[in-house]
């Protein structure tokens, strides 16, 4: 599993970054630390996940798109991959996340665009959409 992480430092400026980079993936995500001796295949699906964003992370990436992270997850496993979120975008990723968890997503972003047969068809930051009515009759049935 240590390899899978390493293999994400292969640009220069990752590589001479690598061990801090990885302290760091292992401080987001303490069971890949736990694990990493471990081959990835024998990872639980968050496990899985977390090593999948952790490997992103080593390349040390300006822009991150992560896409239905919470897809098939256990809720408390789902809770610290959104803890690792908001983290990895507080120490200055910009996340582009696609999600089809929309109380969840809305809780954890600064704007939202909504999606319908590949077009926006609504956009704003997270706060206003949660206040718009059309928005709300959409998507929460109420």
């Excluded at 040390?60 to 809770?79: C, N, Q, T």
Aim: with cysteine; hydrophobic share 40%.
């Amino acid at each position: 599993m240590l390899e899978n992480l390493e293999l994400g430092a292969y640009n220069k400026r990752a590589r001479q970054r690598r061990k801090q980079t990885l302290r760091e993936v292992f401080d987001l995500f303490p069971i890949l630390e736990e694990k990493k001796n471990q081959l990835g295949t024998l990872l639980s699906g968050g496990q899985q996940q977390m090593l999948a964003i952790g490997r992103a992370l080593m390349s040390l990436p300006d822009f991150l798109i992560l896409d239905e992270v919470s897809l098939g997850l256990a809720p408390v496993v789902i809770d610290q991959l959104y803890k690792a979120i908001v983290e990895i975008n507080r120490r200055g990723t910009t996340i582009l996340l696609v999600e089809q968890s929309i109380q969840r997503c809305l809780d954890t972003v600064h704007r939202a665009y909504v999606m319908e047969h590949g077009r926006i068809v609504l956009s704003g930051t997270a706060e206003e959409l949660k206040n718009n009515e059309e928005f709300k009759k959409a998507y929460f049935g109420v």
